[in-house]
């Protein structure tokens, strides 16, 4: 079993930062590719970033390219998802998501999950 924590969320302007955490807990935390997905109301979820066991091996979604960074620290169990130049569509519940095999679409299914974060993004 593996515990995901997110943490970081909260309301920015448009143009701003935020940095989310999500702390984990349990099984060997570099055994497991790490990511994010968000759900807008109304919306299905989608895929944000992801980062291979080894930190090696990046993924983004096309809406958060060159904007979002994800990284891994394994020393405190952490993934990070860095998010610069926020825009109101980024709105959204943000979860984060662990799995033995890296994953990067909508449609992925990763074992573990937080509880998620909001992220509100004004205008």
């Known amino acids: 079993q593996v515990q995901l924590v997110e943490s970081g969320g909260g309301l920015v302007q448009a143009g701003g930062s935020l940095r989310l955490s999500c702390a984990a807990s349990?099984?060997?935390?570099?055994?497991?590719?790490l990511g994010w997905f968000r759900q807008a109301p109304g919306k299905g979820r989608e895929f944000v970033a992801a980062?291979?066991?080894?930190?090696?091996?990046?993924y983004y979604g096309d809406s958060v390219k060159g904007r979002f960074t994800i990284s891994r620290d394994n020393a405190k169990n952490t993934v990070y998802l860095q998010m610069n130049s926020l825009k109101p569509e980024d709105t959204a519940v943000y979860f984060c998501?662990?799995?033995?095999?890296?994953?990067?679409?909508?449609?992925?299914?990763?074992?573990?999950w937080g509880q998620g974060t909001q992220v509100t993004v004004s205008s």
């Open positions: 998501a662990g799995d033995p095999r890296v994953f990067y679409s909508d449609y992925a299914a990763p074992e573990y």
């Open positions: 349990g099984r060997t935390f570099s055994m497991y590719a």
């Open positions: 980062i291979s066991r080894s930190g090696l091996v990046l």
